[in-house]
């Protein structure tokens, strides 16, 4: 499978992304990460948040990502 090569910078963005502790979302805050924004993202689980700013952390060592506790369903 062809990678998408992202040649822009986002430093100037803060995004907050919702079910961004696994799958496509958390796939999505590496990539917003890559092109330098400051990350939101929102989980159920303290510890889906935390493995998942472990992840992302852990090939962008001077990333600007936050975790927010929530719940959306409604």
Do not use: H, P, W
């Not at 040649?7 to 100037?12: E, G």
């Not at 796939?27 to 924004?37: N, Q, S, V, Y």
């Amino acid at each position: 499978m062809n990678k998408l090569q992202i040649d822009f910078k986002l430093s100037q963005s803060s995004i907050l992304l919702a079910g961004a502790t696994k799958g496509v979302g958390l796939e999505l805050a590496k990539l917003l990460i890559k092109c330098e924004a400051k990350v939101g993202i929102i989980g159920r689980t303290k510890s889906d948040g935390e493995n998942a700013i472990k992840e992302i952390q852990k090939n962008n060592k001077n990333s600007e990502v936050f975790f927010i506790q929530g719940d959306l369903y409604s």
